[in-house]
């Protein structure tokens, strides 16, 4: 079987916040799978936070996508044709195949989706953002029953993740979304016990202010994927022994690289003196803890103790306005496309 593919591009390097300009679709000839591959097509794809640092060359984590090169990113799809043992015609998949509605991939590099579950589960609640927000909060925030909480982007699918998930083991968790809408929604259907609107924030200073109204008691553990306005407003709020885990800064991502400074003398103090640890993780180090993620937290999302919200745009051609759109937070929830 041979197929034409279409799939977007990197076709330049964004010199500040990306722009349509620097994505380009293209169609590609695909033959057939050789030994230990299969033909895929694809359903539905994710977009992602991270993805926007792999489109700068920059030092980083992982290398950056070449220009002219497909975008990376997690997809599901259908199996079409199969050259490979244990995987057959009409199995689920999920895969980084990148963004196109075809790919051919080593079977090696599949996992198998599970029945009774949308497929799209596998690319927010139980996939790599899901599972960022678990490991993070059990494995480096370390969550005590009857601890105070703060997330940022809260209903998205981390942020939805560790605030749900600290519910579950008794904690209070106050969530910061941007907007009246998704405050509400955190709340009423995540469970949180208040969500504060970061857009109402006038200066740190305010944001600090409000943030300590809601955390009377202080804030434990404080899960950062936002930086920026939040953490200044935050930090003063910690108490003594208070865990951050990092695992995203998005208010610095579409900035070409520039990130507000901070005054880091009075960070690094209030750091020692409260005995506060911060630590950066990057999810893909941890893989190997990704089955007992998925034995504690499945259960939980097919009892419904713990929910997720997608928000689907529809196409492929779509995806680089989706993907700008979740950049300056107009996602409502988990950001997926559906490929027609």
């Known amino acids: ?112 989706l599970p029945d009774g579950v949308p497929e799209t589960t596998a690319l927010g609640v139980l996939g790599m953002p899901g599972f960022t927000g678990w490991y993070g909060l059990t494995e480096i925030g370390e969550p005590k029953e009857g601890e105070t909480l703060v997330v940022a982007a809260a209903t998205g699918p981390v942020g939805s993740m560790v605030g749900q998930y600290a519910k579950h083991k008794g904690l209070k968790v106050i969530g910061i979304a941007g907007g009246e809408e998704k405050c509400a929604h955190a709340v009423e259907k995540f469970g949180f016990d208040a969500c504060l609107d970061h857009r109402g924030f006038s200066d740190a200073k305010d944001a600090r202010a409000q943030i300590g109204a809601a955390c009377p008691d202080g804030i434990d553990i404080y899960f950062e994927n936002v930086a920026g306005k939040v953490l200044e407003g935050v930090l003063p709020n910690m108490n ?20 507000e400074s901070y005054d880091l ?26 089955p007992a993620f998925l034995k504690d937290v499945a259960p939980l999302v097919a009892n419904g103790t713990i929910k997720f919200t997608e928000d689907v745009a529809e196409g492929l051609e779509n995806a680089p306005d989706a993907f700008m759109s979740m950049l300056k937070g107009g996602n409502f929830g988990k950001q997926i496309v559906r490929i027609s």
């Open 240 to 259: 003594t022994f208070g865990r951050i885990p990092i695992c995203g800064m998005i208010a610095f991502y579409d900035t070409g690289g520039t990130a």
């Open 1 to 112: 079987m041979s197929v034409t593919a279409k799939q977007i591009v990197l076709a330049s390097r964004p010199n500040g916040p990306v722009g349509r300009e620097n994505f380009r679709l293209e169609t590609k000839e695909l033959g057939a799978p050789d030994v230990g591959e299969v033909l895929i097509k694809v359903t539905a794809m994710s977009l992602d936070p991270y993805m926007r640092g792999r489109m700068d060359d920059a030092k980083s984590y992982a290398k950056p996508v070449e220009v002219d090169g497909v975008m990376e990113g997690g997809t599901v799809g259908e199996v079409l044709e199969s050259n490979a043992d244990g995987i057959a015609p009409g199995d689920k998949v999920f895969g980084m195949t990148g963004w196109c509605d075809h790919a051919i991939m080593r079977a090696k590099d599949l996992r198998k």
């Open 265 to 290: 003398p009075k960070f690094w103090r209030s750091m020692l003196v409260n005995r506060m640890r911060a630590q950066g993780f990057i999810i893909s180090d941890h893989f190997d803890r990704f």
